[in-house]
């Protein structure tokens, strides 16, 4: 699963972007909660902006904030991950660089092939390609790989996916490479051949292999923490300077071969991202798109306050983005301590949140619909369950009734979330008040959100974030964000709930070991129904992720997998000339 922070939307953006969309009005609600309908797309769903790029120039990517995290052992972010595996380094497999659906289908990166299964899955072959190189020349090796995978055990690299952990065998007790030991279940024969053993059959290990965990870091470079400053490329570019919370510089790695490589295009000469902006600046350079701007991309969503300045005007409107994210937002309850180890308590809170009043807080129905259920749609044939079946706009009077018979009439919780998502912490706020709940909130940089929120020492009594699936199965969300064996002291990702229960384990493993893909589909709905009775955590919204692009830029589409987030492999100038820097 890969994490994102949300940038919260607020009432002006929904009332522009929903120029021609009709809003959902009561009655299209139903009866006892109904969730509202879902709206067409907002702006260019599913379209490529600007035509096909012209190579060279400069791209500028224009953002609020640092990268959380760019060592791949660590990289567990959407546009990060997105950011990094096109651009720095390449993994064994990958998706391709196309809007849509398509998007989601698996393609060779480093290997010859999506892997070879053997004994009934729980051995995994991978085969190089030729020719594959570093930045400095130097060969990329399959014992590169292996580091990298081992390197993701270490204690001090936290944040990244578990993925090698869950399905590697013999991995009990292991923690990482850095005093010399390796791991039996990962082989190399020689300089091109990868072999995974696996603790269980994973009919799905080629999607896996499309993380960053899986891309090559020789030994000789490690530099334990430090090496997320300055990643090895494997990739079509290299880092030429990195001035942590302030500006990255990439430039052409001349030892990537486009023969090797059917997905990135590598267009632009230069990028440049330039960190630590307002929102309202970076909309306000991109809408103007004057001299070098007119070669930006936004990294962070387009802020509320600049809507009725992009939306009535057709010619700024065509350079808007707003693909589905096809994430959860979900209120994470920590399940370890009062008051929220008392599953009535959890039950209250399902019913006291306004999720009505927190969507107009994050953009409104043209980019929100309503979450019923964890696992979202994409992963449930289209449309989300709706197990409990409470009112959009929440149930106070019930919530209050629960909050009695557990003896909380009155209760006072912290809540943390990205200074990007406060007036989405404030509808959060008046929702819960309603049933006499006082919500104190707590705003924290985004870059240094889920490092904050992932201590488990220190954590908040509730949480706002959303998680994502790294591909289309349920195995790559439920288990991430309720699976109580995952829980780490420091470094802690997806549960934030701390929700550790017998009898959700032992679902997870029988789903996880079912060989049929229908069967496991199902199993993993009907777990999400039975989690969704405990209440660890709340669903809130389904998302979309609005960005703007400079009227020269080209190829610009939002990713399916990466949460709508631009694909970097593709992305360029249409006059490289208008984008020199």
Known sequence: MTKRTQLALATTLVAALALGVTGCSDSDKGKNGGKPRSN????????????????????????????????????????????????????????????????????????????????????????????????????????????????????????????????????????????????????????????????????????????????????????????????????????????????????RNEHWDAGTDTVRKAYPDKFVVVMGLKGGQIDDRIIASAGPDASTVAYADMRPESAPKVLPKADVKSRLLAESQGCTSMLQLNTSRAPFNDPKVREALQYAVDKESVVTASGGPALNEIATAYLPSSLTGGVQADTLKIAPSGDPEKAKELLKAAGKEKLKVSLTVSSGDKGVAEALQQGLGRAGVQVVIDTVDPGAFYDIIGDTTTAPDMTYSGWCPDYPSGSTFLPFVFDGRTIKVKGNSGNYSQFKDDATMKRIDEVSALDDAQLARQGWIDLDAEIMKKAPAIPVLLERKPLLIGTNVAGAFGHPVWSGAIDYATVGLKDPAKGQG
Do not use: C
């Open 40 to 251: 067409p797309a907002a702006a260019n769903d599913g379209k490529i902006l600007g035509g096909t790029p012209v190579k060279g120039g400069t791209l500028t990517v224009l953002s609020n904030q640092d990268f959380s995290h760019l060592d791949p052992a660590r990289n567990w972010v959407m546009p990060a991950m997105d950011f990094g595996t096109r651009l720095l380094y390449r993994t064994l497999v990958t998706f391709k660089a196309e809007p849509g659906k398509a998007g989601s289908e698996l393609v060779p990166d480093l290997a010859t092939d999506l892997g070879k299964p053997s004994n009934g899955g729980r051995t995994w072959t991978f085969t190089l390609k030729d020719g594959l190189k570093y930045e400095d020349g130097s060969p990329i090796k399959a014992q590169d790989i292996k580091y990298n995978v081992e390197r993701s055990f270490s204690p001090d690299l936290t944040g990244g996916p578990d993925y090698a952990a869950r399905y590697l065998a013999g991995t009990k007790g292991y923690t990482g490479p850095l005093e010399g030991k390796h791991l039996d279940s990962i082989k190399t024969p020689d300089d091109k051949t990868i072999v995974f053993e696996l603790n269980r059959p994973v009919a799905e290990f080629s999607a896996t292999a499309t993380l960053p965990t899986f891309s090559p870091v020789p030994q000789a470079k490690e530099k334990g923490t430090q090496y997320d400053s300055r990643p090895f490329s494997s990739g079509p570019y290299k880092i030429e300077s990195y001035d942590r919370d302030k500006k990255l510089v990439l430039v």
